[in-house]
């Protein structure tokens, strides 16, 4: 395996700043990762699972301080305060370095630098990218080993000497009052300190694969979402693959696994959360998974509701912050109706019912995507699967409709860029606040918001035939706080719909906010749903609505001039629909 010159002098670079005993080069081999995990198991980073029952599976705690992503520390670097634009952190590129370069200076010393090669995106794709991050955290190596594609495959890939995504990070001390995730979109560049988890610490995923990569897409010319890629299949055979973006903890792992009920319907996986997404020759949009592995919320993650989750993460799983029964087994709420005796918590704590959550909110697994039932035998091929249509999905207790469609590509922008929801344990702060999510790219865009929702008209333009633009909510409540939609498995039944919307042959009706499933339209058959909370979960209340394109307008204002004249339009539109 040799690099490039670039690649080493950035690695004797980093070196030189944070002072490392020792510097070792990743292959991405089998006998790395259990070297690693070795390592990990003697000074207590990793516990093992039952061997039996879980075998190759381990448990890490992270930082009681340190178990989601903290937007409020993470920073677009961008030169000009506009390219990062209102809705983004942004501090200048040099003050950044100034600040984050105290907390790395020496940082490493008496620890191991792992510089990792990774390729992000199936080997041999047009579409993938290559990147080289550096850690002092063994847990990271393990986990980017599962996430990337590490070692000799990134490396093949490098179309020039300077051909790569560079990522700095370190544990630094994991206080949050030390901790900066911070990007340089202009230098292909990403430093992240004080952090060991998840968005914050696997660079490769939202960092590279979302905030540099989707700066990279609008230079150009393709796009890069923070969106699940399925493919369903229907009872002759045929398969339409959908990309749905959603807010984080809002679904996608579920979507992307969802097991049907319907006879002859059903789901394969291709991607749980990011897709790269570029218009092909015949003006075709067409999506990769640029992951190799599914960093997934493990809270509520069942038999029941999503049986593919559960089956593969039986083996070969690293899990983080879930609850341990003394059999030596991961525990969470929602895989078992009751909690085994004897449980400790995601601290090691003796836990009792009644003590609040044993497994943090935002504990997850990590595995690789081949070990899913679902997942579909095209899952990486280089050319990407062709997406017929796309789907935005927020968490929304009232207002947002189970379903409906926009009625065009620019309509369906504004129905993305219109997109709010209610916060979850995936991010530190307070869960349940709503919040205007675009895409569910808000804490993922790497530039000015403004300028993607241009980029995205833009792409409409380039294909030939766009693809149909939905809307759901899987969340909406009842008065007395029940779902009023019992989601999962019964999700396909909208998928369906949706295919059915793609051939032409659904029925619909419009409203001002686009096509709604008709009447009956929408397959319920053997679903024990009254058909009252079908037309509850469906309706769109004007009253409601008017309020909410209120504050709409609101969020749009800040963009000023910047904002596309047809969002503005439509928002406008909307309006005089709804008398406001
Ligand atoms: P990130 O990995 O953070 O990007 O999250 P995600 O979008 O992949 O979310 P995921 O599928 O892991 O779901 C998050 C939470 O929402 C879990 O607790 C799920 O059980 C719950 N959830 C997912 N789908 C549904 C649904 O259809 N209905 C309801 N009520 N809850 C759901
Ligand atoms: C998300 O928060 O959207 C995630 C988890 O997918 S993390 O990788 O921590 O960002
Ligand atoms: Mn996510």
């Not at 002092?136 to 990337?148: G, K, L, P, Q, R």
């Not at 905030?211 to 979402?225: C, F, K, P, T």
Request: charged share 20%; with cysteine; net charge neutral.
């Amino acid at each position: 395996m040799s690099v490039t010159s670039l690649a080493e002098k950035w690695v004797d670079e980093a070196a030189a700043l944070t002072r490392p005993s020792e510097v070792v080069w990743c292959d991405g081999s089998e006998a790395e990762y259990d070297g690693l995990v070795e390592t990990m198991l003697r000074d207590g980073t990793l516990l093992t699972l039952n061997p039996r029952t879980y075998p190759g599976c381990y448990l890490h705690r992270s930082h009681p301080q340190d178990v989601a992503r903290t937007e409020q520390l993470t920073f677009i670097c961008s030169r000009e305060r506009g390219d990062a634009g209102p809705t983004n952190n942004w501090m200048a590129p040099a003050e950044a370095k100034t600040k984050a370069g105290a907390l790395f200076r020496s940082g490493m010393r008496g620890r191991t630098m792992w510089a990792i090669p990774y390729l992000m995106g199936p080997a041999g794709s047009p579409m993938s990218r290559v990147g080289l991050m550096v850690t002092d955290s063994a847990y990271v190596v393990a986990s980017m080993h599962i996430m990337t594609r590490v070692g000799p495959a990134a490396i093949r890939q490098m179309r020039g000497d300077d051909d790569f995504v560079a990522g700095l990070h370190s544990l630094g001390d994991l206080s949050p009052d030390r901790r900066l995730i911070l990007h340089f979109p202009e230098e292909k560049l990403i430093w992240s300190v004080g952090s060991g988890y998840g968005g914050n610490a696997l660079l490769g995923k939202k960092c590279h694969a979302l905030r540099i990569a989707s700066a990279q897409a609008l230079r150009e010319g393709w796009l890069a979402e923070h969106m699940l890629i399925i493919g369903v299949e229907d009872p002759e055979g045929r398969v339409t693959y959908l990309a749905a973006a959603m807010p984080s903890a809002s679904g996608k792992t579920n979507l992307a696994m969802v097991v049907s009920r319907l006879p002859g319907w059903r789901a394969w996986t291709l991607g749980d959360d990011i897709a790269w997404m570029h218009v092909d020759s015949t003006g075709q949009l067409r999506a990769i998974n640029p992951e190799r592995g599914f960093f997934g919320v493990a809270p509520n993650t069942s038999p029941k509701t999503n049986p593919n989750g559960t089956a593969m993460v039986r083996s070969n799983t690293i899990f983080t912050n879930v609850a341990l029964t003394p059999a030596g087994e991961p525990w969470w709420e929602g895989l078992t109706p009751e909690a085994p005796a004897g449980v400790v918590d995601w601290q090691g704590r003796p836990w009792r019912p009644g003590d609040g959550p044993a497994a943090h909110p935002n504990s997850r697994f990590t595995v690789l995507c081949q070990q899913c039932p679902s997942i579909a035998p095209n899952w990486e091929d280089p050319q990407g699967v062709p997406i017929s249509g796309i789907i935005f999905g927020s968490r929304r207790s009232n207002v947002i409709p189970l379903v409906f469609e926009g009625f065009d590509w620019t309509h369906g922008v504004f129905l993305g860029s219109a997109m709010s929801t209610e916060t979850t344990a995936a991010i530190t702060g307070k869960v349940g606040v709503v919040r205007r999510d675009p895409m569910a790219m808000i804490p993922f865009c790497g530039y000015n918001m403004a300028d993607y929702f241009a980029h995205w008209l833009a792409t409409g333009r380039r294909l030939a035939a766009p693809p149909r633009i939905f809307r759901v909510n899987w969340f909406r409540r009842d008065a007395d706080g029940r779902f009023l939609w019992p989601g999962y498995g019964e999700n396909m039944r909208v998928l369906k719909w949706m295919v059915e919307r793609i051939r032409g042959t659904a029925r619909t009706e419009e409203t001002p906010i686009g096509w709604v499933p008709a009447p009956g339209a929408l397959d319920t058959d053997g679903l024990d749903l009254p058909p009252e909370r079908l037309r509850e979960a469906l309706r769109c209340d004007a009253a409601e609505w008017l309020q909410a394109l209120g504050d709409l307008g609101e969020f749009y204002d800040q963009f000023g001039a910047r904002l596309p004249a047809p969002i503005a339009e439509k928002l406008a539109e909307a309006r005089r629909h709804f008398g406001g």
